[in-house]
């Protein structure tokens, strides 16, 4: 089992930046692949990106593609997420998920509980 912990949200004007953390507890976390979701109130959670254990492999959702980038540094049991030329329309709660591949919210067993990311036009 994994414990996650998403940092690293806050306000930013549209055009911005902003890294996204995801912290994550136990020793097997190189063996988990992870993805970060983003969700609106009233709305369904909406797959961003993922990457690969090995780090090799990532995904995009196109409406993202160009402008944000998922890495991670196993050695300190961390996946980000770069978000650069940030929308209002990028406006949600991001959630970092693990233990599954895919683009849907059941391909994975493990979630954070979210950091908020405000863009303001």
């Known amino acids: 089992q994994v414990q996650l912990v998403e940092s690293g949200g806050g306000t930013v004007q549209a055009g911005g930046s902003l890294r996204l953390s995801c912290a994550a507890s136990?020793?097997?976390?190189?063996?988990?692949?992870v993805g970060w979701f983003r969700q609106i109130p009233g709305k369904e959670r909406e797959f961003v990106a993922a990457?690969?254990?090995?780090?090799?492999?990532?995904v995009n959702a196109d409406s993202v593609k160009g402008r944000f980038a998922i890495f991670r540094d196993n050695a300190k049991n961390t996946v980000y997420l770069q978000m650069n030329s940030l929308k209002p329309e990028d406006t949600a709660v991001y959630f970092c998920?693990?233990?599954?591949?895919?683009?849907?919210?059941?391909?994975?067993?493990?979630w954070g509980q979210g950091t908020q990311v405000t863009v303001s036009s």
């Open positions: 998920a693990a233990g599954g591949w895919g683009a849907r919210v059941d391909d994975y067993a493990y």
């Open positions: 136990g020793r097997t976390f190189s063996s988990y692949n």
């Open positions: 990457i690969a254990s090995s780090g090799l492999i990532d």
